[in-house]
């Protein structure tokens, strides 16, 4: 039909607009550096109105501090991150993921992931929880031990003569088979 100079050829306009899927922070993560994968489910911090949390696509964006790892990766049918921890490496990453909508649209979030070498010699009367500075102090002794469900033993190499460890604060509970010998 015409109207006027233009030809109706039937089209409409829609409403109805893509709107950007949402996402919430991911709880960090603390695990030892030799122990099992971590495996995240990603799809339970985002949200989509058009496509839902499990039409988006999920990608790594961002790792800042690659050498944690031996690899991270989301796998696609089950929308879940895994981080496979570098034997022997300790530290702190920040990785960000994005999920994508059918449009193109994003959101992205976050986890803190840390992880601690399996060392549960105490070398520092320092009350500190340093990671990566070659010390280990009571307090990272009891945390690290507290991530393992094996017996755990807690020795002190600390050079000759007394020592005192001053705490700065309550440790850590004890909720693992725990000795602390010295």
């Known amino acids: 039909r015409k109207i006027g100079p233009r030809i109706d050829i039937g089209a409409f306009e829609s409403g109805v607009l893509n709107i950007a899927p949402s996402a919430v922070e991911i709880p960090p993560v603390t695990a030892l550096d030799d122990g099992p994968d971590s495996v995240i ?24 501090n690659p050498a944690l790892f031996t690899s991270t990766v989301i796998d696609d049918p089950t929308d879940t991150l895994t981080l496979d ?5 300790e530290g702190t990453a920040t990785i960000t993921i994005r999920g994508t909508d059918s449009g193109g649209l994003f959101a992205e979030t976050s986890v803190t992931v840390t992880a601690v070498l399996l060392s ?21 002794a009891i945390t690290a031990a507290n991530m ?23 440790l850590p509970a004890i909720r693992t088979s725990m000795t ?3």
């Open 41 to 64: 489910n990603v799809r339970d911090s985002f949200e989509d109105g058009e496509d839902g949390a499990a039409g988006l696509v999920y990608t790594i964006v961002g790792n800042t």
């Open 85 to 89: 921890f570098a034997e022997g490496a």
């Open 120 to 140: 549960y010699v105490v070398n520092t009367t320092a009350d500190v929880s340093v990671l990566e500075d070659g010390l280990t102090s009571l307090r990272e």
């Open 148 to 170: 393992n469900v094996d017996d755990n033993t807690i020795t002190f190499d600390l050079g000759p003569g007394a020592h005192t460890i001053n705490l700065s604060g309550a």
């Open 180 to 182: 602390i010998q010295g």
